[in-house]
């Protein structure tokens, strides 16, 4: 598994941080930016950048977005198929993330956070599997399908204006 992390500036130090954590408990780290402090850059494309990576390989590697508040980099990465990005603020937030909704990408924000508690729900957050159990499968089942019927597939607008159905 690699955990893809991408952070605008607000988010750059947490980051930094959570890399040499990370790497440290022995997990496999790619940073998709921002590469150094820049205060004028935007969360959209670091977004996607990491979420176009888990859309691909879903099942196998996880991505952590961190911003201000988290919530402009979840809702980027919850545009792109087979993401399921969840804003985390607690362990037990990241907790049902993982084990209720199979979250793949978690979103932190870093104006409310310190390293001790980002420590904490990244750890509970990558080590919970998810549960399995019917009602939660079912409900993932379901947003599978809203997907399928919403979203134009990626291989339609790649490189192409999308043309809304």
């Known amino acids: 598994m690699v955990i893809y992390l991408g952070a605008d500036h607000r988010g750059f130090e947490l980051k930094r941080y959570l890399i040499n954590f990370l790497k440290g408990e022995g997990y496999a780290v790619a940073d998709e930016g921002s590469a150094a402090y ?6 959209p494309p670091i977004a996607a950048r990491v979420a176009e990576k888990i859309s691909v390989d879903y099942e196998g590697n996880r991505g952590i977005l961190i911003c201000g508040s ?11 198929a087979n993401v399921r990005a969840a804003l985390a603020g607690t362990p037990d937030q990241a907790f ?15 104006n409310y956070l310190d390293a ?5 729900i990244v750890l509970t957050w990558l080590t919970t599997p998810f549960s399995r159990e019917p ?7 379901a947003v599978a399908d809203l997907e399928t019927k919403l ?10 204006p999308i043309a809304w159905r």
Not at 70 to 80: E, I, L, R, S
Not at 96 to 110: K, P, T, V, W
Not at 135 to 141: E, F, P, Q
Request: net charge negative.
């Open 96 to 110: 049902d993330s993982r084990n209720e909704d199979d979250a793949n990408i978690l979103c932190l924000g870093a």
């Open 38 to 43: 820049d205060e004028s850059d935007d969360y």
């Open 70 to 80: 988290g919530v402009g980099m979840d809702v980027v990465a919850n545009k792109f």
């Open 116 to 120: 001790a508690a980002t420590r904490q």
């Open 135 to 141: 009602r939660y499968a079912r409900r993932l089942k």
């Open 151 to 160: 979203c134009v597939p990626r291989d339609e607008w790649q490189g192409k």
